[in-house]
């Protein structure tokens, strides 16, 4: 199955910008047949949404924590999907989880049931 590794978490301020990067180094042949995602999970909170990409990369959908601070995009010619964080809140602050799905369009992906998963990478956001 396909192994995602994401990348690019650290600690920042409030209204700095990050941005995760996460790569899939298996199957990575199947990346133009995943729709890709990522989540994030606080302390103590249920993993949430965050942002879903399509396959061809031209369909996006965003939580309305983030919506207009955050940019999902992916290289498919990389097998590389990244989320660019500007403005960042505290409130941001998760474990964020790349993740992707085979069958699912990048709608129903929202959900947060997809078939693989990244081991996160740690953002926080002091202020």
């Known amino acids: 199955q396909p192994q995602l590794e994401e990348s690019g978490g650290g600690l920042v301020q409030a209204g700095s910008s990050l941005r995760l990067s996460c790569v899939v180094s298996?199957?990575?042949?199947?990346?133009?047949?995943?729709?890709m995602g990522w989540f994030r999970q606080a302390p103590g909170k249920e993993r949430e949404f965050v942002a879903t990409?399509?396959?061809?990369?031209?369909?996006?959908l965003y939580a309305d924590s983030v919506k207009g601070r955050f940019t999902i995009s992916r290289d498919n010619a990389k097998s590389t999907v990244n989320l660019q964080m500007n403005s960042l809140k505290p409130e941001d602050t998760a474990v964020y989880y790349c993740?992707?799905?085979?069958?699912?369009?990048?709608?129903?992906?929202?959900?947060?049931?997809?078939?693989?998963w990244g081991k996160g990478t740690l953002v926080t956001v002091s202020s």
């Open positions: 993740a992707a799905d085979a069958a699912k369009s990048y709608v129903m992906s929202t959900r947060g049931q997809m078939d693989f």
């Open positions: 298996r199957h990575a042949d199947n990346f133009n047949n995943f729709a």
């Open positions: 990409i399509s396959r061809a990369g031209t369909g996006t």
